[in-house]
């Protein structure tokens, strides 16, 4: 599929998922009206405004005031502030339009809905909305933080707290614009020949697979072990402005966190371990399917592809959780959603590593692309 075709599909889905997000920061100041609490209990209404807040645009009523503060540069100079925090939100708005449109165009180019591919393009689709909001919120928080007035204060676990912050909203955004997506997409192909399926030897495709799922492993399993990620988030203690890197290194290395049966029953011990078993087998089969139904296995390619199948893999993970806790019973309904989109960072960071290593292995067990495949 030409960038000419892939361009509209992936346009579409940008502008849509940017609308979405800016109506649901615009949907935080009416949980602030007097007629919520006859909707949502308190516990509901405060979750859902945790949600909404990364993508309000209105910022924040202390940034607002001109008032004294006792010495606090939030409250004195508001004006400034509110400001920066209005320009962090235009960063994050354009930013995810763009970091979306990226990947959306690198799929539907590489992977287009057509000859069986439809399930894994919606698929990938979905899972690239959180990674576009992950990114967007990382590269906004500068302004986000300087306009809370501590700038200088323990920078780096602000930036942990904001990256980590996009959240479900994300999740249920990106689910909007996966379909829509996919159905511009196929009406872009009209007219085309459909490229078909690449035949790639299972061998090396299995040997790719657990090459990259063992990459993702080392955070599942090894980094989020209880007494391995206190020491990443301990270890370092640095001086000065960038002290205290271990937050921000949790958030980009730990894909979830685990310790031995001793702190719960075993019977719930293993149900929450059967739940990364869910992620590793999710992206082992992800990774095993993606050659065949790439165009032309390029590492961008594969690096997207791969963080997708994380994505997915957490996803998955995340829903297997929502039906084993009891949660709902003491916050509220809306807490069952409230660990979709976690880990997102880190399937970023280690999802890219294992598309890497997956080509990688690809080429060294002879599956070669030989790029006859038509774009």
Known sequence: MSYRRALIPAAVGSVLITLLLWWAGASDQALQLRG????????????????????S????????????GDGDPALSGGGQYAGLYSTAMQIRFVAVFVFFLAGALLL???????????????????????VAGTLAVTVSAPWLIASRGRGSFRVLPQLASVVASSGPVMVFAALVTAPITVLV?????????APSRR????????L??????AVV????????????????????DGGGLLSEPGDLLRTWLLLGGWSG??????????????????????????????????????????AVGAVCATVLGLLASQVLHMAVDDTSAVWGPVYVFSRLGEGVPAALTFGVLAGSVALATLRLAGAADSGTVPD
């Open 199 to 206: 035949d790639v030897p299972p061998r090396a495709a299995r």
């Open 185 to 193: 997409a196929h009406t872009a192909l009209k007219g085309t020949e």
């Open 57 to 68: 645009y209105d910022p924040p009523a202390v940034l607002l005031s001109d008032g004294a």
């Open 36 to 55: 919520t609490s006859r909707v949502f209990d308190v516990q509901s209404a405060a979750e859902l405004r945790r949600w909404l807040t990364p993508w």
């Open 108 to 130: 539907v180019r590489r992977l287009p809905p057509a000859r069986g591919r439809t399930p894994a393009t919606l698929l990938a689709l979905w899972a690239w909305g959180p």
């Open 261 to 302: 049966p001793s702190t719960a029953p075993l019977g719930e011990w293993l149900l929450y371990r059967a739940a990364d078993v869910l992620v590793l087998a999710v992206v082992w089969w992800a990774l095993r399917l993606l050659p065949g139904l790439l165009t032309r296995t390029t590492l961008p390619a594969m």
């Open 217 to 236: 492993a080392l955070s599942l399993v090894v980094l989020s072990y209880q007494s391995v990620a206190a020491w990443i988030q301990t270890s370092f």
């Open 208 to 213: 790719a697979a657990s090459a990259g799922t």
